[in-house]
């Protein structure tokens, strides 16, 4: 019988040869994700650090993302407690303010390869299962352990199979299929499990990947993945990596799976999950014309080239609407410098735009982008919780970049589909 | 003994608002935040040997541990869920806060009846019925007992260097 994805590699970094799931493993990532908060975990634990040290140098990714440039002197005190952390322990990998989103410049930086371990004090570090990395979100607490030991246990999912088959329509994009997807399984439909998407995925760059594995916790999902084919040698020779430098894992064709699902990508339409909850997913035809006061594009789910390219594309010669106010969030200054050297930044900024540093920005709600209260606000990241902006009496509507984009135009939900008709 | 009861998918923003994650770190900053966007009573009114009662998915969303970590300090005994987000889940191990997975305990549970749990057994008695629930595998259960995840690893480091 064969093995999973999460199984496969589960066994190898716990040196066993088969394991199933339930088994608990004692495993040592080959990177540990911090951002922001490495300033509470490295407090936790000050008097080990003095007596042990850390156990290597090169295993913390640490990138100042969350509250960038620092929004009050209490942020500004932990960003100095981190560089001075990172400082006197050489601190291999670390980002300081405005070098992009943590887990775009994990991916980017070729600090997630296929066939790795990563784990991370962040929730959304399940994207790095875009290039077939297994990569999954633990707490500050575990993060200082790790920090310490290098080591930490792992229980092995179950594994869920999503078939993707066919093509997408126009306008129609993987942030629509991701949504589509956790409105069907639910937001706790996929809890503890690991999901691999198989079927047509060599037509989702990497990129686009991206934006689905990201969303993987949205349904629960330990961690999300595609196989590493092609399209992702491809990426990592684009950013200077070499395929002798990684050892892929894919899963095997006779592996046991607790779910099946299959999706044929032509039926999927452009959606939008409504507010408060990244499950509540509606075909765009029953939220149209829902008037919107703030419009977000960008974040680690939809802050890349390609989303700005759709984006661009709708936005060129326009004006957002006066009553809306439109933030670009690019996913790292790399992006950043790329979309400007398209000419992406100036159609945005033209048509009355807004651009905000690489970081997360209005994303969690501490700065650049609060909601009153009675406003709502369309945004291409990931969360729409009741408060998640700042503001526990605002809405939050999660759509694609092709929607938003149009929609800041119109200032209400329009489709974008009856746009590019015209 | 007060039961808190909530429903399905109750996310971490609701149990302690992202705007608030980098400026409150410590049980007593925490504190008065706890469940602000969902039971305004609650961080008033909580008291020591209280349990949460909730639904399906509880503690969903971000990597935030200070929900975990105000929950416990709070002096919650248990949250008994029909089920847990996974961060959440390992994060309360970390802790040193029980959880209790048993969906037949939050579906029986009405107010106003008798609550009495055994951790011991892994029993949770719900007005005259008794539900067990299963207990953590022994190495984690190890961690929950040392006090959480770092008085553990504190214990370890000392072992390793002697």
Redesign the interface.
Same mark, same amino acid.
């Given at each position: 019988m064969g093995m999973t994805f999460a199984e496969k590699i589960l066994a190898k970094y716990g040196s066993e040869k088969k394991v199933v799931p339930g088994q #608990?493993l004692t495993i040592k990532p080959d990177h540990l994700l911090m951002h !922001?908060?490495a300033a509470?975990i490295i =407090?936790? #634990?000050q008097p080990?650090l003095k007596? %042990?040290g850390i156990f290597n140098r090169s295993l913390p990714v640490i990138v100042l993302d969350?509250?960038i440039p620092a929004a009050?002197e @209490?942020?500004a005190v932990?960003h100095k407690q981190i560089r001075e952390f990172v400082k006197n322990y050489k601190i291999k990998h670390f980002f300081d303010v405005g070098s992009g989103i943590c887990h775009q410049i994990i991916v980017e930086n070729g600090l997630a390869l296929p066939g790795t371990i990563v784990l +991370? &004090?962040? =929730?959304h $570090?399940c994207s790095y299962g875009a290039v077939g990395a297994f990569s999954s979100?633990? !707490?500050? $607490?575990?993060a200082?352990?790790l920090l310490? $030991?290098g080591e930490t246990?792992l229980k092995v999912p179950q594994s869920i199979k999503i078939t993707l088959k066919g093509q997408l329509q126009r306008m129609v994009t993987a942030k629509d299929v991701i949504l589509s997807v956790i409105g069907d399984v639910s *937001? &706790?439909g996929a !809890? %503890?499990c690991s999901v691999e998407f198989h079927g047509n995925v060599n037509r989702f760059s990497v990129e686009e990947r991206f934006t689905i594995a990201n969303m993987g916790?949205e349904m +629960?999902a @330990?961690n999300a993945v595609f196989p590493v084919d092609d399209v992702t040698i491809n990426y990592l020779k684009s950013i200077g990596i070499l395929k002798s430098k990684y050892t892929a894992i894919n899963p095997d064709d006779d592996a046991t799976y607790s779910r099946e699902l299959t999706y044929n990508l032509t039926m999927i339409e452009p959606v939008i999950a409504v507010p408060h +909850?990244v !499950?509540k997913v509606k075909p765009i035809k029953e939220v149209e014309g829902i008037e919107i006061q703030q419009c977000l594009l960008g974040t680690c789910t939809n802050g890349r080239l390609s989303d700005f390219q759709i984006a661009a594309k709708i936005l060129k010669g326009k004006m957002v609407h006066p009553y809306v106010r439109l933030l670009i969030l690019p996913a790292s200054r790399k992006i950043y410098l790329d979309a400007l050297k398209e000419g992406l930044i100036k159609i945005f900024i033209e048509a009355g735009a807004t651009v905000l540093p690489p970081g997360c920005g209005p994303c969690? +709600? *501490?700065h650049q982008g609060?909601l009153a209260p009675g406003e709502r606000c369309l945004s291409t990241s990931n969360?729409n919780? @009741?408060?998640?902006m700042?503001c526990?009496e605002a809405e939050i509507y999660l759509a694609s970049p092709a929607i938003v984009a149009v929609s800041a135009i119109y200032g209400k939900i329009t489709d974008p589909r009856k746009e590019m008709r015209k | 003994m007060k039961i808190w009861k909530y429903g399905d998918n109750i996310n971490t923003d609701m149990l302690f608002p992202g705007k608030y994650t980098y400026t409150c770190s410590t049980a007593e900053e925490i504190r008065p935040h706890l469940l602000e966007d969902l039971d305004p009573l609650f961080a008033k009114n909580v008291k020591e040997g209280d349990l949460i009662f909730a639904g399906r998915n509880f503690g969903c969303g971000s990597s935030r541990e200070q929900p975990v970590l105000g929950i416990k300090a709070a002096g919650i005994a248990a949250v008994v869920a029909e089920s847990f987000a996974r961060i959440f889940y390992r994060s309360s191990i970390n802790q040193g806060l029980l959880l209790i997975e048993c969906p037949e305990a939050v579906k029986a549970y009405k107010q106003g009846d008798r609550v009495g749990l055994d951790v011991e057994k892994g029993t949770i008695m719900i007005g005259s019925n008794t539900f067990s629930f299963q207990k953590l595998p022994k190495e984690i259960l190890a961690i929950r007992d040392s006090g959480g995840l770092l008085p553990y690893t504190r214990e370890r480091l000392r072992r390793k260097k002697k």
């Open positions: #608990i !922001d908060n509470p =407090s936790k #634990i080990e007596e %042990y969350h509250v009050a @209490k942020n932990q +991370g &004090s962040d =929730s $570090t979100g633990i !707490d500050r $607490t575990e200082a352990a310490l $030991t246990w *937001a &706790s !809890d %503890y916790v +629960g @330990k +909850g !499950d969690l +709600g *501490a609060v969360r919780f @009741k408060g998640r700042g526990n | -």
